[in-house]
């Protein structure tokens, strides 16, 4: 196969130009490897820079997205299908961290998860950077770096993953890159233009990807925290934030723990680790998939995590789980 190159120059979609862009705009980092499944970053750099199209075309107002394709040494990165990207390279320039860092696999992740010059730069990014997302086997680049997460639900991060373990190359994959990126748009700059993104990119899909909070207050409180707990259910195997879950709710983050707690008896935390408990009990129980993989498929982590949460809540781990479940089905 002869090797193409993009010359992202000239292809706007592709990385955002940084001149005229006002400083607080959001920075949006793609971290790319060898091997790197070429749609995931696409779709989620064409949902940023739609939103900045969508968004600059108001009287007066900059893009609000300045996005970066990044590499380790900087330069060309070939693709899995040998189309190649131009990236900058990870320094200091970076230090400050990123609105969303999204951490593109490939089998140049493999590498890289060993190499400590980039798991060192990754620690000390995270810190300050406001949200990670994973495409692919870049959830192994993260894992290495060691995530900082704690049980359940997250106030201001997540970790984790978007298509963390499909084919590279199915519509679904497409799909949760496109909707992870729609997740910040929403958040940032409002569901109705979120939909609109949706609707440029993804014809047809905006309905499914973009989960519109009551408006008008029609709802009652308690129907609101309802809707807003059947989410987190339906997106349990997702990262989810609490400004997500308030967002859903049509509250503030504050005003919408207090109510949750209210109306539910538990946090929002305490919640959705509930639901990713119950999902991987089910997979313990019905398949034979191993502990890695159920975590990540309940939103998780990792088979390490699924493990820890397993014995402070069940007093056992996922394994004995799985095999008293097994008796007594057959008793």
């Known amino acids: 196969m002869s090797h193409m190159s993009i010359d992202t120059a000239r292809i706007t979609w592709l990385r955002t130009p940084t001149l005229n862009v006002r400083s607080a705009a959001r920075r949006i980092g793609v971290l790319l490897f060898d091997g790197f499944w070429l749609l995931?970053?696409?779709?989620?750099?064409?949902?940023?820079?739609t939103a900045n199209e969508l968004a600059g075309s108001r009287t007066g107002e900059y893009p609000p997205y300045e996005v970066q394709f990044l590499s380790m040494d900087g330069g060309s990165v070939a693709s899995s299908?040998?189309?190649?990207?131009?990236?900058?390279?990870?320094?200091?320039?970076?230090?400050?961290?990123?609105?969303v860092l999204f951490i593109a696999g490939g089998y140049g992740a493999h590498v890289a998860a060993r190499d400590e010059r980039l798991l060192s730069w990754l620690r000390s990014v995270q810190t300050r950077t406001r949200t990670i997302e994973t495409i692919g086997e870049g959830r192994l680049v993260l894992e290495a770096a060691g995530p900082l997460e704690r049980d359940g639900l997250q106030a201001s991060r997540h970790l984790g993953g978007v298509a963390a373990e499909a084919a590279p190359n199915s519509a679904d994959d497409r799909h949760d890159?496109?909707?992870s990126a729609l997740m910040f748009i929403k958040r940032d700059l409002g569901a109705d233009?979120?939909?609109?993104?949706a609707n440029r990119v993804m014809p047809g899909?905006?309905?499914?990807?973009?989960?519109?909070?009551?408006e008008g207050g029609t709802l009652s409180v308690a129907e609101k925290i309802r809707a807003a707990a059947r989410w987190m259910e339906a997106n349990c195997d997702r990262p989810v934030s609490v400004a997500d879950a308030a967002q859903v709710a049509a509250m503030s983050e504050r005003n919408f723990l207090r109510r949750f707690k209210h109306e539910m008896q538990v946090t929002p935390?305490?919640?959705?680790?509930?639901?990713?408990?119950?999902?991987?009990?089910?997979?313990?129980?019905?398949?034979?998939?191993?502990?890695?993989?159920?975590?990540?498929?309940?939103?998780?982590?990792?088979?390490d995590r699924l493990?820890?949460?397993?014995?402070?809540?069940?007093?056992?781990?996922?394994t004995e789980y799985r095999a008293r479940s097994r008796v007594t089905s057959e008793a």
């Not at 233009?193 to 993104?197: D, E, G, I, M, Q």
């Open 205 to 214: 899909m905006a309905a499914a990807w973009v989960p519109l909070p009551a």
């Open 177 to 179: 890159c496109a909707r």
């Open 269 to 303: 935390s305490d919640y959705l680790l509930q639901m990713r408990l119950r999902i991987a009990c089910n997979f313990l129980t019905e398949t034979e998939l191993p502990v890695d993989k159920i975590a990540r498929r309940s939103g998780t982590g990792n088979g």
């Open 81 to 99: 299908s040998s189309v190649r990207i131009w990236t900058d390279r990870i320094d200091a320039r970076y230090g400050a961290g990123f609105d």
């Open 40 to 49: 995931g970053p696409a779709t989620v750099v064409e949902m940023f820079q």
């Open 307 to 318: 493990a820890k949460i397993f014995r402070k809540r069940m007093a056992l781990s996922p």
């Open 193 to 197: 233009l979120a939909r609109s993104v």
